[in-house]
């Protein structure tokens, strides 16, 4: 039985494979793939101590930091995906390919997806324009005219975000009201000069030639149609937790986000941790993975040791 089971390759489950190969806690790391949802990302500005890295180098240097310290300590199986955790006695037992893996504690790093446009031109110009992290991209687009699609927290935190360095930010609301983001950011940003929300709207159809040039959008109420030029769009219209694994194990938010207590990444089972995107707190950046990861596992290291 390992002490540790890491379940997810971003930079939370990176994060906590080093960390428990510094603290040698013997470790089964369990991932698809390493590098998480910016793997695409032309360039991210963000992750600190790097002024700028493409997705595809992060993932390399995430992946070559993980092996460099995981020595006989972190078994690394990566190409396969974990399909159940349960519990048993003494620890957890990972379904992983038919297999079962056994672990004292478990760390569900699995993250999730960016819940996909689904109008026409939208798959063509994924990373050519169109993009689904404002912190990651939006400095690409500094001075240009850009459209977020999506109107609640996380819409208009990615147009206070954009607002600083592009010449205009218009941003698509489906419904009538912003009942979906908190007054207080709602207000802030809709006084911003450059700044505009379109209601009762909703895209229709992306435009462009090798990359984005513009977008059609619907009224609802009218049906009337309008194409919006724009040289990005930036879409916020939810996640998809990737949690079927611990489904009916651990308790969860509404959005299928793993509920965590903030101070240790503990989840409602004793011994199973969860951090990154699929735990429910309240920001979600590769940082904030990285750094949760390494609190959970600070809180695993002394839960083993007492144990």
Not at 216 to 245: Q, Y
Request: net charge neutral.
């Amino acid at each position: 039985m390992y002490d540790l089971a890491i379940v997810g390759g971003g930079p939370a489950g990176v994060a906590a494979g080093v960390y428990a190969a510094r603290k040698r806690l013997k470790t089964v790391f369990i991932a698809e793939t390493i590098g998480g949802q910016s793997t695409d990302s032309v360039g991210i500005e963000n992750w600190i101590g790097t002024e700028k890295i493409s997705g595809l180098d992060l993932a390399k240097a995430l992946e070559a930091h993980l092996r460099a310290y995981a020595s006989d300590v972190v078994e690394i199986k990566t190409g396969v995906r974990a399909d159940k955790v349960e519990k048993i006695n003494g620890g957890f037992s990972i379904t992983v390919k038919g297999e079962k893996i056994e672990a004292k504690t478990v760390l569900i790093a699995t993250g999730g997806s960016r819940r996909k446009l689904a109008v026409p031109g939208a798959d063509i110009f994924e990373n050519k324009g169109l993009t689904y992290c404002a912190s990651c991209d939006g400095p690409l687009f500094s001075g240009q005219d850009v459209v977020v699609v999506g109107a609640g927290n996380a819409g208009f935190e990615s147009a206070a975000q954009l607002l600083a360095y592009c010449k205009s930010v218009t941003l698509l609301n489906r419904s009538s009201d912003f009942k979906k983001a908190d007054a207080s950011t709602v207000n802030a940003v809709s006084t911003h000069p450059n700044f505009k929300a379109l209601s009762d709207t909703e895209p229709v159809e992306i435009k462009g030639g090798p990359f984005v040039k513009s977008i059609v959008v619907k009224n609802s109420k009218t049906g009337e149609t309008t194409e919006l030029p724009a040289a990005g769009i930036f879409v916020e219209i939810g996640m998809v937790s990737a949690t079927k694994l611990v489904e009916g194990l651990v308790d969860m938010d509404e959005w299928g986000r793993v509920k965590v207590d903030g101070k240790s990444q503990r989840s409602s089972v004793l011994g199973l941790w969860s951090a990154g995107d699929c735990s429910d707190g309240l920001y979600h950046q590769n940082n904030i993975a990285a750094g949760d990861a390494v609190k959970a596992l600070e809180d695993i290291y002394l839960y083993i040791k007492a144990s």
